[in-house]
């Protein structure tokens, strides 16, 4: 069994923070794997050491940097990865959901596995959307927000038995057929930290650069809809009142404050 | 051309985002010029249908096909629908089922997708606001190609109300039931348990600022020492720190004490809606911009680690240390 599983590099923005026309300014980003993508690499992870012969297939699009990242999918078990990127990639601001889902799309079809795991959402653009379209550019079956996967069944019957988390703590539970697509949410695991021998481990594994060529691919593809035309911090609309002081000084005027809500006694 | 509204139902009532996408809808099919059409897909499609009918609605359109929402379904019905109205917009809802069909939607009928609007505008082309970096900016996207998909969030648009004269007509979708690769089996409640946080009047609640899980011992005290009950948001779930029924927020549960103590929660939407309903929110936080202080009525802007041990003085508890 192949599982594939899809990480971006997300870039989280600093407490203090300045914009320059559309975009932040790049000391102000720090990058790291979205927090979504861990779970997603620890499920295909677990998959891998409850089956015999699992494989496990980590495939981002970033450009070099995103090397560092994509490793500690590797370091924490993947087998091996593979990175999309192109200079015609590269001038784009702002991928349309089309174009992600064409240019994982043409990797899925090389690799061919059973199962492709991908997070909900990614913390920078936070589309939600990538998975599910996939699926569908496939003809692959889905299921989107999921927390909870039954191992046996995707290994031993091609089923995957999936609870999406709906809101308001209900859950539904499904039954998918395989090959699937399925959006992993956060919680469904416990995410790994990886060990110094998986770090150690990961610095041998393959990370295969593929280009639009390669992918067989023209650069029409990466022409984004979307253009990004302001970016700007939201009004504050805080009407709070403000308790200052130090911490004994403010926690003994919130002390006033509840007491005089009534929720604690003297 | 139509701006198609498509409604978001479970176990028998609609969603409360369905009356909000009304709103959305008509203030778009105003800017282009055009009609709105609501749309209900699967459940008890003519209450439904009755209950959509809100002013500013041209036409409510009702598929009948099963009882719960089926994403394969809901793509085939969304399709032939929107093409048999010429929909330029297709508005769904950012909702968890939303999540599981309209970018499928987007991709299958060659359609431009944008998700998570906060707020929409139309000239020339389609304008979407939408937030970005967890809440830190927004974005305004200029959408050059239609037709659109786009979903938008819940509690940015007020409800429709009143009653429309929309013509209510049924809609038949030949579901090819063959290409229904996934079968919903059933629902569950989760999170029960020994507490019910939605009855408690004092709720001391704690985020990722705790920074770890031993620091919890904190909080635990301050909610002795002060009777309140314990709650979290999502992250400390997701670590296994708290049991899910300690969750508040949109996948957790809506609460409205008398008091909420958010410590070291930065407020993201899906927390606020979980607790907007409180009557007083006072919001801990190392961060001055933090958004959970646009909805909070005290703030303090300092360390939790310095704060909470002498809130717990105060009441005559003794801080343990972490």
Redesign the interface.
């Known amino acids: 069994m192949k599982v594939l599983v899809t990480v971006k590099e997300v870039a989280a923005v600093e407490d203090d923070f300045e914009i320059s026309g559309t975009e932040i300014g790049s000391t102000y980003l720090d990058y790291d794997l979205n927090e979504w993508d861990d779970y997603a690499v620890e499920e295909g992870v677990q998959l891998a050491e409850a089956g015999d012969d699992v494989e496990v297939v980590a495939v981002t699009i970033g450009p070099e940097r995103s090397e560092e990242t994509i490793r500690m999918a590797l370091a924490k078990g993947a087998d091996r990865a593979v990175r999309v990127w192109d200079d015609a990639i590269e001038d784009v601001e702002l991928l349309d959901v089309e174009t992600k889902a064409q240019l994982l799309g043409a990797v899925v079809e090389e690799e061919d596995p059973d199962l492709v795991l991908s997070g909900v959402q990614a913390n920078d653009d936070s589309f939600g959307a990538t998975g599910v379209a996939l699926a569908e550019e496939l003809g692959f079956q889905w299921a989107a927000v999921v927390n909870d996967l039954d191992t046996e069944t995707v290994l031993d019957e091609g089923v995957a038995s999936v609870r999406r988390e709906l809101e308001g703590g209900v859950e539904e539970l499904t039954d998918v057929q395989l090959p699937a697509v399925l959006t992993i949410q956060t919680g469904i695991n416990e995410p790994r930290y990886a060990s110094l021998r998986g770090i150690r481990q990961a610095q041998s594994k393959e990370i295969a650069p593929k280009s639009l060529d390669d992918l067989g691919l023209d650069a029409g593809v990466v022409e984004s809809s979307l253009d990004v035309t302001a970016m700007y911090e939201p009004e504050t609309e805080s009407d709070a009142e403000y308790i200052e002081g130090d911490a004994g000084e403010q926690a003994g005027q919130l002390a006033d404050v509840l007491r005089d809500k009534g929720v604690v006694g003297e | 051309m139509t701006v198609l509204a498509v409604a978001d139902h479970?176990?028998g009532a609609l969603?409360d985002v369905s009356f909000e996408l009304l709103t959305a809808g008509r203030e778009l099919a105003d800017a282009a010029g055009t009609d709105l059409h609501a749309a209900v897909v699967s459940g008890d499609t003519e209450s439904f249908a009755d209950d959509l009918n809100r002013e500013g609605v041209d036409h409510v359109h009702a598929v009948e096909h099963g009882e719960e929402?089926n994403?394969d379904v809901y793509?085939q019905a969304v399709e032939a629908l929107a093409e048999d109205l010429d929909a330029e917009f297709v508005l769904v809802p950012?909702?968890?089922?939303g999540?599981?069909?309209?970018?499928?939607v987007?991709?299958?009928t060659g359609r431009?997708?944008?998700?998570?609007a906060i707020d929409l505008a139309h000239n020339d082309t389609l304008?979407v606001t939408?937030?970005?970096?967890?809440?830190?900016?927004?974005?305004?996207?200029?959408?050059?190609?239609g037709p659109y998909v786009v979903s938008i969030r819940g509690a940015e648009w007020p409800a429709a109300e009143g009653v429309g004269d929309a013509e209510v007509s049924t809609f038949d979708v030949d579901v090819d039931e063959d290409a229904v690769?996934?079968?919903?089996?059933?629902?569950?409640?989760?999170?029960g348990g020994d507490v019910d946080i939605a009855d408690a009047?004092?709720l001391v609640s704690i985020g990722r600022g705790i920074e770890e899980e031993e620091n919890l011992e904190l909080i635990e005290a301050l909610a002795e020492t002060?009777?309140?009950t314990l709650s979290s948001s999502?992250?400390i779930?997701?670590?296994?720190w708290l049991p899910?029924n300690r969750?508040v927020g949109?996948?957790?549960?809506?609460v409205t004490p008398?008091?909420y103590?958010a410590i070291g929660i930065s407020g993201a939407v899906q927390h606020v809606a979980g607790m907007k309903g409180a009557?007083?929110i006072?919001?801990i936080n190392t961060?001055p911009?933090a958004?959970i202080?646009?909805i909070?009525?005290?703030?303090?802007?300092?360390?939790l680690f310095?704060?909470?041990p002498?809130?717990i003085?105060?009441?005559g508890g003794e801080p343990p240390s972490v």
Do not use: C, W
């Not at chain 2, 999540?99 to 499928?104: G, I, K």
């Not at chain 2, 779930?237 to 296994?240: S, T």
């Open positions: 479970r176990r969603r929402f994403h793509v950012n909702s968890v089922n999540l599981d069909y309209a970018p499928a987007a991709t299958r431009t997708y944008v998700s998570d304008e939408r937030e970005m970096y967890g809440s830190k900016v927004e974005t305004t996207v200029e959408v050059a190609d690769g996934s079968t919903v089996n059933g629902f569950e409640e989760v999170g009047n004092f002060t009777g309140a999502r992250p779930v997701d670590n296994g899910k969750q949109q996948s957790g549960k809506q008398d008091v103590l009557d007083t006072i919001a961060d911009n958004p202080y646009d909070a009525d005290y703030g303090i802007v300092g360390d310095d704060v909470v002498a809130l003085e105060e009441f």
